[in-house]
């Protein structure tokens, strides 16, 4: 016999944990009952944690100095710093914490705990660490770069000619969050810095601190009632491991879940009209596109990269096999990012195609191998296209691989045309500027992890120095519009066609509202949601 416990949450909680053909009892009001897949897990620390499931929990456990927040995930807004102030040399950011900020532990905020969590990144050199090393720390100067300014302020200096708003928005990424000194070196282990503390404990300023953690199993978090922005409505978030799509749907229609996160799309139409049930689409931040290596001589003609993106049948995919995977997206920063290009202005036109390429005199057919991951929706977005391109004279021969594979000759440089996909590390459109706009260096010696040197295209010198220009810019209108008009080059004439973006769509419990579910893991919140 199970003990039975006091309070009907924790009773709650453990039935989450039973098999799921259990009889389950329904979720308690107050309790918000998510059905996900979690096995991805590998570290809760924010100074490790780099895995999808892993972004989510530690956005709702930690703070940043700065953060993209629940009510406006395009806007960067102060975290646990009230305000901030830039030097005259442009290199170093002074904050200001706000007052009466505590730790879950019930410690109060110091500026001795930013030092210490920006200097445990960059010591622990765990695989977010680039992100934070990029402005020049290292672990001899970081505490040097990272120091306290005063009784509530901390000074961030940074080296390198970065915008302000470039710096501001590595520190909202994921391993700029505030953990409390106190409470983890009490719990560190062999020099450590409280790693393995952290992986099933939390030590944050967040809306919620975790309660539990058992691997593949259980996670909840209970809310924080002295939370700077308000105590959140759900005194507990249960997420409850479940592999399977299959058995996440039948929990949420038996209403022993109000939310599940990883449900395929034929499960998704076949709860569309569901009483009882919403079904919601979110934007996700990879971006699909076709690149032509420019090693090919016949795919070099700037004609080539203009037909091809009137020889996508963008709509047709996005409304059939791809419906609720992709939506059309035509620019290399995501919608829903701050700074994105949104127009789409390009639509399947295989006339128009054959125009372009009969005027610049390009001879046809072209045979060109296009490589991609032997897996759906790839191939069966490679099968589409190799029939809307073969009515332009362009012949595609699918060659499928492993991701590991195809990536790696993509590397290499070793591939003819290539239909792969592309996410941003951080939330600052340079991430993706870099990576599409900018190839100083194309020579073979000169290994770049960019879309622009794996086609081997030597992108134009303007365009190029335009990329430097917007990382270093300083008005923050002007370098919006500056990467805008980058998006718009690339968008008009590149060896890169960018045809869609990732969406996600989850189901939930009519009476759920609240729920934020942004372009990355780090913008899903649960602070706000509320249950009826």
């Known amino acids: 016999m199970r003990k039975l416990f006091a309070t009907a949450a924790v009773a709650a909680a453990l039935a989450l944990s039973a098999p799921p053909q259990a009889v389950l009892a329904a979720t308690p009001p107050d309790m918000l009952v998510v059905a996900q897949n979690i096995d991805d897990i590998v570290s809760l620390d924010p100074a490790q944690a780099y895995e999808f499931t892993s972004g989510e929990i530690v956005t ?4 940043r100095l700065v953060q993209y927040d629940a009510e406006d995930t395009e806007t960067l807004v102060g975290g646990v710093a009230e305000d901030w102030t830039v030097s005259e040399d442009g290199r170093t950011i002074t904050f ?5 900020v505590t730790f879950h532990s019930g410690n109060p905020l110091r500026p001795e705990d930013v030092v210490f969590s920006f200097s445990r990144v960059v010591e622990l050199n765990k695989a977010p660490a680039f992100i934070l090393t990029q402005l020049g720390w290292t672990p001899e100067n970081v505490r040097d770069m ?3 300014a005063g009784p509530n302020q901390v000074a961030v200096s940074f ?6 708003a470039f710096v501001l928005n590595v520190l909202a990424a994921r391993p700029g969050s505030i953990v409390d000194e106190k409470t983890v070196m009490a719990n560190e282990r062999d020099g450590d810095l409280g790693n393995a503390w952290l992986n099933a404990n939390s030590a944050g300023t967040g809306p919620f601190r975790l ?11 209970d809310a924080n009632p002295d939370y700077f922005k308000g105590a959140p409505a759900m005194r507990t978030v249960a997420i409850r491991h479940v592999a399977e799509p299959a058995t996440q749907r039948l929990l949420l229609e038996a209403g022993d879940a109000d939310l599940a996160r990883n449900l395929t799309p034929d499960q998704i139409a076949g709860l569309e009209g569901r009483d009882g049930i919403r079904i ?7 971006v699909h596109f076709l690149s032509f290596n420019q090693k090919t001589e ?8 203009e037909a091809a993106r009137h020889l996508v049948d963008y709509e047709g995919m996005a409304n059939s096999f791809l419906r609720g995977q992709m939506q059309v997206h035509q620019a290399f920063w995501p919608k829903g990012f701050p700074g994105a290009l949104t127009g789409t202005p390009y639509a399947y036109d295989p006339e128009k195609a054959r125009r372009i390429l009969a005027e610049a005199g390009v001879e046809t057919p072209i045979r060109v191998t296009l490589d991609v991951i032997g897996s759906p929706p ?12 073969a009515g332009a004279g362009i012949n595609f021969e699918i060659v499928p691989g492993t991701g590991s594979q195809v990536i790696t000759k993509y590397r290499a440089r070793n591939h003819e045309a290539m239909l792969l996909y592309w996410g941003p590390d951080f939330m600052d459109p340079h991430s993706n500027a870099k990576a599409f706009a900018y190839n100083a260096d194309n020579s073979d010696a000169s290994y770049q992890s960019t879309t622009t040197w794996r086609n081997a295209w030597a992108v134009p010198d303007e365009m190029n120095a335009m990329t430097m220009a917007a990382l270093a810019e300083k008005d923050e209108e002007k370098r919006r519009e500056t990467y805008l008009e980058l998006q718009r080059r690339v968008q008009a004439s590149s060896p890169i066609v960018v045809m869609f973006q990732a969406v996600s769509q989850g189901a939930m419990r009519d009476g759920v509202e609240g729920f934020v579910n942004g372009t990355t893991s780090d913008f899903v919140f649960y602070r706000l949601v509320t249950k009826e």
Do not use: K
Request: proline fraction near 9%; charge should be negative.
């Open 378 to 389: 790839f191939t069966d977005i490679a099968q589409a296209l190799q029939a809307s391109f």
């Open 60 to 63: 709702n456990l930690y703070d």
């Open 211 to 221: 309660r539990a953690y058992r691997p593949n199993e259980l996670l909840t978090m």
């Open 96 to 100: 200001t914490l706000r007052d009466g």
């Open 159 to 164: 080296e390198g000619d970065f915008s302000p």
């Open 298 to 305: 016949a795919l070099t003609p700037p004609a080539v990269w």
């Open 280 to 286: 919601e689409t979110y934007p996700q931040a990879a």
């Open 146 to 148: 990272v120091r306290v």
